[in-house]
């Protein structure tokens, strides 16, 4: 079986955070969805864990930092062109997020950087290797 990756997320409203998923194309997994946490189906291998604080704080003894004034990572999304970073990056924007720098275009390579409706930092990223410098 191929790896999978499961990013979890500190969440302050869940709804509002589903809300934001549902409207870049995600559904969720009711499997693993409570009143605490949603499972986000990225793809068959990728899964975005959005969890209330309360949840959060049991998996981790750390504090949880504040996403809108610190970054505590930032997470990457490939697509398939250009035109799909544009399309996920406007849904977002339509959706509550927000842009946090411009666009980055190398030519071969060209990203869009979207704050969720937490803060969480999503870059959205295409690029074509047989064009690379």
């Known amino acids: 079986m191929a790896p999978m990756i ?3 997320v500190p969440v302050r409203d869940l709804a509002a955070s589903m809300a934001y998923y549902k409207a870049l194309g995600f559904d969720h997994n009711p499997q693993f969805t409570d009143e605490t946490a949603a499972c ?4 068959e291998a990728i899964y975005v864990m ?9 998996f981790s003894p750390n504090p949880i930092p504040d996403p809108k004034t610190q970054t505590q990572a930032l997470y990457a999304l490939s697509r398939d062109s250009r035109e799909a970073v544009d399309a996920i ?3 977002g924007l339509k959706a509550g997020g927000r842009e946090t720098r411009e666009v980055t275009d190398y030519g071969f390579m060209y990203s869009r950087a979207i704050a969720d ?10 690029m074509d290797m ?3 410098p």
């Open 130 to 132: 047989s064009q690379m």
């Open 40 to 43: 986000i189906v990225i793809s």
């Open 117 to 126: 409706v937490d803060g969480h930092i999503w870059e959205y990223v295409w």
């Open 6 to 8: 499961f990013v979890n």
């Open 50 to 58: 959005v969890l209330t604080h309360e949840k959060f704080l049991g």
């Open 89 to 91: 990056a406007e849904a």
